[in-house]
């Protein structure tokens, strides 16, 4: 369909794709350097590290403890990284970046081959500068890599469905793309469990009905597919089935006689859906109504906007036009009405959202869409930088007023080098704040909140001393990975009551919130204080802790003490 304003975004994209591209990536890039932040990112690193010390690739452990929560392939790669360039943050978080980047590249790949060139970069510009993928790739968890995976996976599939069926004197093509989709398939499957199917296949069912290709549903192809991505997968059933259902005698959730097979397919996604598995939720139907308004900035209110056109435009789809749609209409719904329900749970959506964002953009017809646009997106030019001028006048960073003012220009420059009343102008401004805002929090925020970050910054005060060959950590206090990944001598968890068998071979070395001294001394042993660390748990921030005058008043203190047998 033309459109007399589509010259003016290929202009601009044959301009700029590629310099606001590799900043983005860069900005992301970021998080590589940034510790591993409490709690699920340092948990899971303390169990790469583990697996990759050990040598042992089938079980998962925490604690010297079975583990039974997620699947294995984050953790292999994890290790495997570890393996590479040694037990640190930036080994465990590159692998994770990787397959974003992965993802950038299938949005591309996907963008391209349903609506050409200007959409698939438009698409790929909106996907590495949305929010909460930006915030996954510094929190790292299992989202990076299913962001990566299911886009793969779902744009093999669709070449493989609109090419014609392999055959005798055709193309390998069709086999290559159903080999590939179904392997990425199946690493997803690895990672998060079997919900992922439905976000690889809903986009495909809805675009075939809606489409009306009643044989989609009857090719032997995507048998084929089902059959390749259950063989992939076997690696992860034969772990659980090593670790745990060969062995109904160990104890986990409280249990014995626990599946880890029937963990995998049922309690760990159906069970948290129907609140009936062992890990349980309070879910709300808006949940993630609201959560994108700011996990997908600065482009959630166009998304929205391009729901509602695609929805309007039903009748005119073409073949592959509902995939994307589908496939986010499909999980936004099954993560709506779940009842475990967490923000970063939508990434895996988000290349299809800036699909559908970017489709939206490139097809405005109308005065008054455009006027829409332009009015949303100045609106949000103007909070971001608002919001970064109080975050940093509030938290109270060094020379906070040189950093002010450095904020105000660098605010203003879009405004100035990019001029003018047009779509492309007005996107370009918002990518630039967005990037603005990132760069802030990845490269000033995040360094300066974890200092208070007890654990991480325990362990790296006893890696720069001497002296200290093991730290034990007490049952009876919070849990705190970050210190057992980044402490470089062995950390080992007990209960109080057996210090004292640890105290045969002379003093040890206790990291615990600094309360817990007289907890020791009113058990008849001498502390002696080493270090003292302030604490908040930064993966959820408040006002309270933001706001400088009154961060004293949250935080906890937590002490590396030196216990003796008393008196």
């Known amino acids: 369909m033309n459109n007399p304003h589509n010259a003016e975004w290929e202009t601009w994209l044959q301009k700029w794709f590629v310099p606001l591209l590799i900043p983005a990536i860069l900005v992301n890039a970021g998080g590589l350097l940034i510790p591993i932040l409490e709690p699920d990112g340092a948990l899971y690193a303390t169990i790469a590290k583990t697996m990759a010390r050990s040598g042992d690739f089938i079980d998962l452990y925490v604690d010297g403890r079975d583990w039974l929560d997620k699947p294995h392939f984050p953790f292999w790669m994890a290790a495997l990284s570890f393996r590479v360039f040694g037990i640190n943050a930036v080994a465990y978080k590159l692998p994770a970046l990787l397959f974003w980047a992965a993802g950038a590249w299938y949005t591309w790949r996907l963008a391209l081959s349903l609506y050409g060139k200007p959409v698939a970069r438009l698409s790929t510009l909106i996907y590495v500068s949305a929010a909460h993928l930006v915030i996954s790739n510094n929190d790292v968890r299992a989202e990076p890599y299913l962001t990566g995976l299911i886009i793969g996976s779902v744009y093999h599939f669709y070449k493989v469905s609109r090419l014609p069926a392999p055959g005798a004197g055709r193309s390998l093509r069709p086999w290559l793309h159903l080999l590939a989709g179904s392997l990425l398939a199946a690493a997803a499957l690895m990672t998060k469990g079997p919900f992922v199917l439905l976000t690889i296949a809903g986009g495909f069912v809805l675009d075939w009905i809606i489409g009306k290709e009643w044989d989609q549903f009857r090719n032997i192809r995507w048998w084929v597919a089902v059959a390749l991505t259950a063989f992939f997968t076997l690696p992860e059933l034969y772990c659980l089935y090593r670790q745990f259902d060969l062995h109904p005698d160990k104890q986990v959730f409280g249990h014995t006689g626990v599946s880890g097979i029937r963990f995998f397919f049922w309690d760990s996604q159906f069970g948290r859906f129907f609140n009936t598995g062992p890990i349980k939720g309070n879910g709300d139907p808006f949940f993630y109504f609201h959560t994108l308004l700011w996990a997908f900035l600065p482009w959630s209110l166009l998304l929205y906007a391009a729901v509602i056109g695609k929805c309007r435009g039903i009748r005119r789809a073409i073949p592959g036009d509902w995939i994307c749609a589908g496939a986010a209409l499909a999980s936004f719904v099954l993560f709506s009405l779940s009842r475990f329900q967490l923000p970063h749970y939508l990434n895996i959506l988000f290349p299809f959202f800036s699909i559908l964002t970017a489709g939206y953009l490139y097809n405005i017809r109308r005065k008054g869409e455009r006027q829409f ?195």
């Open 373 to 567: 646009v332009r009015i949303v997106q100045g609106i949000i030019n103007v909070i971001l930088p608002v919001l970064l001028l109080l975050l940093g006048w509030f938290f109270h960073f060094p020379k906070t007023p040189l950093l002010l003012a450095g904020l105000v220009v660098l605010s203003l420059l879009p405004f100035l080098l990019f001029r003018g009343s047009s779509l492309p102008v007005s996107i370009t401004r918002s990518f630039w704040l967005a990037l603005l805002a990132f760069t802030f929090v990845n490269f000033l925020l995040y360094p300066a909140i974890l200092r208070y970050q007890a654990g991480t910054q325990a362990g790296r005060w006893i890696g720069r001393s001497t002296g200290i060959s093991a730290v034990y950590l007490l049952q009876e206090a919070p849990v705190n990975y970050s210190i057992e990944f980044d402490c470089p001598a062995p950390v080992r968890r007990i209960p109080m009551d057996s210090i004292s068998g640890a105290l045969i071979k002379g003093p040890v070395v206790v990291f615990a919130p600094a309360a817990f001294a007289d907890s020791l001394s009113a058990r008849g042993y001498r502390t002696d204080t080493l270090r003292e660390f302030p604490n908040f748990h930064i993966s959820q921030l408040t006002g309270e802790f933001l706001n400088e005058r009154t961060r004293g008043s949250v935080l906890e203190k937590y002490s590396l003490m030196q216990v003796r047998a008393g008196p």
